[in-house]
T-cell receptor, first 114, second 116 residues
């Protein structure tokens, strides 16, 4: 596609439920990032995929959070047993490779945990 | 450890006046520095970057930023602000020592408001 696509754009869920957030990066981009944007908190790094290398999971806040990237393209961020503090905008970004530093961001998924 | 500080949550400036959005950083190796902008209801967009070379970097929409190694700063500037520049601005840094260190650290953002 022309840009990074994220779905759903909005997700409302009940506390304790699991959610899956999807990211379709720009075709051919080898690097993929997930960030979380909370009001007044800036962008919090969650996880980074680069090609076939082991992902950098150092930003995942708890073991309830996990992410995978299938076939080097689409990525899914899963949050299990959601809590109210998980409410935020989840942003995905992709980059064409290590030769360029420019990230292309999706519009994000607004997650609301009731 | 890498980190970015944007000391001002908000910056207000009149249209036509120069603007500055401040950023300081901390990184172990050589810094790769970036500015991104987020317009209302839109995703973040890349503005400019500093990797090496000239300390004054020019980017999109007439913005520029100056890398100051001694002050570990990378302030964003524009000579004449427009109302349409009103947005949320993020500074970001990563350690340039290795290609595997792809993690970008972002600041908390600075809300720029330009009034007519």
């Amino acid at each position: 596609g022309a840009g990074v696509s994220q779905s759903p754009s909005n997700k409302v869920t009940e506390k304790g439920k699991d959610v899956e957030l999807r990211c379709d990066p720009i075709s051919g981009h080898t690097a993929l990032y997930w960030y979380r944007q909370s009001l007044g908190q800036g962008l919090e790094f969650l996880i980074y995929f680069q090609g076939n290398s082991a992902p950098d999971k150092s930003g995942l806040p708890s073991d309830r959070f996990s992410a995978e990237r299938t076939g080097g393209s689409v990525s899914t961020l899963t949050i299990q047993r959601t809590q109210q503090e998980d409410s935020a905008v989840y942003l995905c970004a992709s980059r064409s490779g290590t030769s360029t530093e420019k990230l292309f961001f999706g519009s994000g998924t607004q997650l609301s945990v009731l | 450890a890498q980190s970015v500080a944007q000391p001002e949550d908000q910056v207000n400036v009149a249209e036509g006046n120069p603007l500055t959005v401040k950023c300081t950083y901390s990184v172990s190796g050589n810094p790769y520095l970036f500015w991104y902008v987020q317009y209302p209801n839109r995703g973040l967009q890349f503005l400019l970057k500093y990797i090496t070379g000239d300390n004054l970097v020019k980017g999109s929409y007439g913005f520029e930023a100056e890398f100051n190694k001694s002050q570990t700063s990378f302030h964003l500037k524009k000579p004449s602000a427009l109302v349409s520049d009103s947005a949320l601005y993020f500074c970001a840094v990563r350690d340039g020592r290795g290609s595997t260190l792809g993690r970008l650290y972002f600041g908390r953002g600075t809300q720029l408001t330009v009034w007519p």
